[in-house]
C-alpha cells in the first residue's frame, strides 16, 4: 500500500486517537502514516454490533416470555458467555445454567444476585427488573 | 512520582511496549517493525471448532506475550515478569515500581477500558499498555496506540488488569531488567533468529489450520460458508475475519506490512539484496489480504451474496497462502554469512 492510499474515512476512532499505519512512499521504503478509519473495517464492526442488538433483544423477549431469567438478557448487554460470567463471578458454569431459569432465579438470595449486579456493574433490582 | 517519559505510538500494543521500554533501557535502534519480526510476530492460525463472540477463532500474530519475550531473551536482556492473586499485591508491586522510576507493561482487558470508545470494547484480555506514573489518584497510561498519553483512576486500572474470561491477565506486569548496552552485532543476530523461527512457524507447523497451509484451509473453507451457515451467519463470520485482519494494532493487512517494514529495516544489519526483494512479497501479501477484504465487505454489506462471490473471497485466500509461502521459502534460502 502506498503512503497516499491510506484510507481517512470516518468511524469509531473518530474521539479516540488516529491509528498507524505502514505504507511505502515513492521511492518503495516503508513509512508510517496516520488514518482516521477505513470503511471496510467499520462496516464489519457495524455488522458485529447489530448481530449484538438482536441478541440482545432476543434475550429480552425470552426473558417477557419466561422462557429465560433476566441474567440471559445482562448476559448478552454485556458480551457474556457462562464461561466468563462465571470468571467475574466465582459461580460454577452449571450454576449460571440454571440461575437462567425463571424458576430458579426468583428464588436466589440476595448474596447471590449481588455478585451478579457487580459483574454487570448495575444493582440487584436493575437486574430484577432488567432496567438499567 | 513522575518519570521523565516519551510517548510513542505504534500500530501494536504489544510491538508499541516492547519498542518503548526497550529504549528507555537503551536500546536506541530498537522500531516497531524490528520488535515484531525478532519476536517472529507474523503468523496465521484459524481454530475451526472454537468460537470467539459467535464467529471464527481466527489470529494473524503469534500468541499475546511472545513477542515481548522472544524479543528480550534474542537481545540478551532478562525480564521481569510477574502475576498476582491479590489486588493489593498487584498494585503494591506496581506502586514499587513508578516510585523507583520504573515504567512496567501491563496486560489489560479492554471491556472496561474507560477511554477505549464504546465500539471497541469486547472481552478481549491481552491488550498491553505502560504505566509510567501517578499523580493523586490516577495512574499515567501509555497506550502504544494512542496518539498521546491518558489517565487512569486506581479503580479502573485495577479493574482492567483483573478482568476475566479467556488470557485473563491476573495484573500481569512486565518490564526489560537493566542490562549491558545491546550492539549492532546482537541485533543482527536476533533478525537473524527472528526470521528463522518465523519460516519454521509459517512453512511447517504441524496439522492443517495453522500457517500458510491455514490461510489455504480457510480460503476452502470459506467457500462452503454460504451453504452451510447461511449468508447471515457466514457475513458475519466474514467480518470477524476482516477485524481480525485490519482492526487496531495491525498495521493494515493484518501485520503483512509491518513484517515487511521488518525485512526493509534488517537490511541495515544484513545487506543482502533478497531482504528487500522479499520485503516486497509481502507487501504484495498484505495489498492481497486488503483486497480480499473489499470483497468480504461487499458479502456482509448484502451488496455481493451469490456462490460465485464466496468463490472469488476463497480464491483469494488461496493465492495468499501461495505468496507467503513464496516469501517464507525465500527467506529460508538466505545465505546467513553472520
Redesign the interface.
Known amino acids: ?1 502506498k503512503k497516499e492510499d ?1 484510507p481517512q474515512d470516518p468511524s ?2 473518530a ?10 512512499d515513492n521511492a ?3 513509512v ?1 502514516g ?1 488514518s482516521t478509519g ?4 467499520a ?3 457495524d ?3 447489530k ?1 449484538i442488538e438482536q ?1 440482545v433483544a432476543a434475550a429480552k423477549q425470552k426473558v417477557l416470555d419466561k422462557q429465560a431469567s433476566p441474567l440471559l438478557y445482562f448476559m448478552e448487554l ?3 458467555d457462562a ?2 460470567l462465571s ?2 463471578t466465582g459461580f460454577w458454569q452449571w450454576q449460571i445454567k440454571r440461575h437462567l431459569k425463571p424458576s430458579v432465579f426468583r428464588r436466589l438470595s440476595d448474596k447471590k444476585l449481588s455478585k451478579y449486579a457487580a459483574a454487570f456493574n448495575t444493582g440487584i433490582d436493575e437486574i430484577k427488573t432488567m432496567m438499567h | 512520582m513522575i518519570t521523565p517519559f516519551e510517548h510513542i ?3 501494536h500494543c504489544e510491538n508499541g511496549v516492547t519498542t518503548n521500554l526497550l529504549q528507555q533501557t537503551g536500546v536506541d535502534k530498537i522500531t516497531e ?1 524490528l520488535a515484531f519480526g525478532i519476536g517472529s510476530g507474523l503468523f496465521y492460525i484459524y481454530i475451526p471448532l472454537l468460537k470467539i ?3 471464527p477463532a481466527i489470529a494473524f500474530r503469534t500468541m499475546p506475550g511472545l513477542i515481548f519475550k522472544r524479543t528480550c531473551k534474542a537481545l540478551g536482556i532478562d525480564v521481569v515478569r510477574k502475576k498476582f492473586r491479590s489486588r493489593e499485591q498487584a498494585e503494591l508491586f506496581l506502586e514499587a515500581c513508578i516510585n523507583s522510576g520504573q515504567p512496567v507493561g501491563c496486560q489489560v482487558g479492554v ?1 472496561y477500558l474507560s ?6 470494547r ?2 478481549f484480555n491481552a491488550h498491553n499498555l505502560i504505566v509510567y506514573g501517578r499523580e493523586d489518584d490516577r495512574y499515567l497510561i501509555s497506550d502504544p ?4 498519553v491518558t489517565t487512569l483512576s486506581r479503580y479502573e486500572l485495577e479493574r482492567v488488569r483483573f478482568a ?3 488470557l ?1 491477565p491476573n495484573g500481569q506486569i512486565y518490564f526489560p531488567k537493566e542490562h549491558p548496552p545491546v550492539g549492532d552485532q546482537q541485533i543482527a543476530n536476533a533478525i537473524k533468529s527472528g526470521i528463522k523461527r518465523n519460516v519454521r512457524d509459517m512453512l511447517r507447523i504441524p496439522g492443517a489450520f495453522a500457517g500458510v497451509k491455514g490461510i489455504k484451509y480457510t480460503g476452502e473453507k470459506i467457500k462452503k460458508w454460504r451453504d452451510k451457515l447461511g449468508e447471515d451467519q457466514a ?2 463470520y ?3 475475519l ?2 481480525m485482519q ?4 495491525t ?3 493484518g501485520f503483512r ?2 513484517y ?2 521488518f525485512l ?2 534488517s537490511y541495515a544489519f544484513h545487506p543482502y539484496d533478497e531482504l528487500p526483494e522479499i ?2 512479497i509481502f ?1 504484495e501479501a ?2 492481497l489480504w ?1 483486497t480480499s ?2 470483497q ?2 461487499g458479502i ?2 448484502k451488496r455481493l451474496g451469490s456462490q460465485e462471490d464466496f468463490n472469488t473471497m476463497g480464491n483469494y485466500l488461496l493465492e495468499i497462502s501461495q505468496i507467503e509461502r513464496r516469501g517464507f521459502e525465500a527467506l529460508s534460502k538466505i545465505k546467513w554469512r553472520s
Do not use: C
Not at chain 2, 485490519?246 to 494494532?249: A, F, M, R, V
Open positions: 500500500m491510506i469509531s476512532l474521539n479516540f486517537s488516529k491509528e498507524v499505519y505502514y505504507a511505502t518503495g521504503n516503508y508510517t496516520l477505513w470503511e471496510v473495517k462496516n464489519a464492526l455488522v458485529a454490533w448481530d441478541r454485556h458480551l457474556m464461561g466468563i470468571a467475574y | 505510538q505504534a500500530a517493525p463472540n459467535n464467529g471491556y477511554y477505549f470508545p464504546k465500539e471497541y469486547f472481552h496506540v494512542m496518539e498521546t476475566k474470561g479467556p485473563a457475513g458475519l466474514l467480518a470477524q476482516v477485524r485490519e482492526e487496531i494494532g498495521g493494515g493487512g506490512y509491518i515487511a517494514a526493509q529495516q520485503s516486497k507487501t498484505g495489498d486488503r477484504a473489499v468480504a465487505a456482509y454489506k
